[in-house]
């Protein structure tokens, strides 16, 4: 056999790096009394009554596919949750389409919208599949360094610098992966004002509204000028703590809607119905169970900072999501380094900046979304770290 032939790759899939978080956590796997802070992911479980509602989904055999749009029900309780919420109305036919997680309706968005060497400009750091994502559809990502602007936050001069004549799209996220950055609402009216004046869309990743600290989260599409060019992205991974579940939405114009719809069907079909039954029970009645969690957030997040900050290590105070990202400069040693030997020697699992942008040299990112013990034994171990290198 000719493999070179027959295991020939597309050639961007060929060159695309593998996520540097994965090959970080390839070295935890096999290494015992390892506190991570390393995935983000919440460490609490689904609450009970969502569960159960999945449960009895299975019992009373819903096992079928759905609309590809999603159930309709779940549609009108995403209309009502965006809608109450932030004052934004969507059509429930049209303007809602339910997808497996905010990724699936991201990778649908930048199919849908993106025709070869369009550019999509982002933050940077940001989460580590957006500029994946825009690559596999044929984009170019066009990354903003923001990793020593205060807060690590995105700014209109920042913004208006990066925009080209091939500048399709701004992809924004807040509460933010992995710097905690949010906005205020005047933060954002002057970013909206340059995606308006250049006649942008913007995709807005506010799958972490839920868990916003310092002051109410403030929805992109609810800014005057912004609903109809704005793919508004949010699910139930975070605030509900449904990761597995892998349930997320979009909203937003009825043609882009309808656009990511067509590959949606060809290559998803539907989110799963037991799934979707869930969100429904989510959003009824888990607002409670998201305000709980919140609290325990917003006390770890307090805890790690001070603690993180005491021992050493410069950590600003991030304003919404469950990550810090300090700065290992003080102790001499790059991101990397410190993540290996803090992994090696104390058995503490975080993550490099680097996994997050290139710039990210010197930084680390830890998710608290962890119990206080846990947190607690954490930053005793990184004390000790920091003592043995000092
Ligand atoms: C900013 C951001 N967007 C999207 C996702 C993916 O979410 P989902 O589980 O809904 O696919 C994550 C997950 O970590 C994230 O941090």
Request: proline residues 5%; aromatic residues 8%; contains cysteine.
């Amino acid at each position: 056999m000719d493999t070179a032939r027959v295991h020939k790759l597309n050639t961007i899939v060929a060159h695309l790096p593998p996520s540097g978080i994965r090959a970080f956590f390839d070295l935890v796997l096999g290494m015992e009394d390892v506190i991570s802070l390393g995935v983000g992911e919440p460490d609490f479980v689904t609450p009970w009554h969502v569960r159960e509602q999945a449960i009895f989904a299975l019992e009373k055999g819903y096992t079928s596919y759905t609309s590809n749009k999603g159930l309709r029900e779940l549609r009108a309780q995403i209309a009502a949750f965006v809608a109450g919420q932030y004052g934004v109305a969507y059509d429930v036919e049209h303007e809602i389409l339910v997808t497996v997680g905010v990724s699936e309706a991201m990778d649908l968005a930048m199919r849908a919208i993106l025709n070869p060497g369009d550019e999509v400009i982002t933050h940077d750091p940001c989460y580590v599949s957006y500029a994946p994502t825009v690559t596999l559809a044929g984009g170019v990502p066009v990354l903003i360094d923001t990793w020593t602007a205060p807060g690590f936050k995105l700014t209109p001069a920042l913004l208006r610098a990066a925009i080209t004549p091939r500048t399709r799209a701004v992809l924004l996220n807040y509460p933010a992966n992995p710097t905690g950055a949010s906005y205020t609402r005047a933060e954002l009216d002057a970013l909206a004002a340059v995606i308006i004046e250049h006649d942008l869309l913007l995709l807005s990743d506010e799958i972490y509204d839920a868990l916003s600290y310092e002051a109410a989260h403030v929805s992109m599409p609810s800014l005057p000028g912004m609903r109809d060019r704005t793919i508004y992205l949010n699910g139930f991974s975070k605030g509900h703590a449904m990761t597995g579940f892998r349930l997320g939405y979009a909203c937003g114009p009825a043609a882009l809607i309808a656009a990511m719809t067509k590959i949606h069907q060809y290559t998803m079909l539907c989110a799963p119905i037991v799934s979707q039954l869930a969100g429904i029970e989510a959003l009824q009645h888990g607002m409670p169970d998201v305000f709980e969690m919140v609290v325990e957030y917003n006390q770890r997040r307090r805890f790690v900072v001070h603690a993180l900050n005491q021992i050493g290590l410069d950590c600003h105070l991030p304003q919404g999501a469950f990550y810090v990202l300090p700065s290992t400069r003080r102790t001499g040693m790059d991101g990397l380094t410190f993540a290996t030997k803090l992994l090696q020697e104390q058995r503490v699992a975080v993550v490099p900046g680097t996994a997050f942008g290139a710039a990210g040299t010197q930084h680390v990112r830890m998710a608290y979304a962890a119990s206080l013990a846990h947190l607690n034994e954490a930053m005793a171990r990184i004390a000790r770290f920091i003592r043995d290198h000092t």
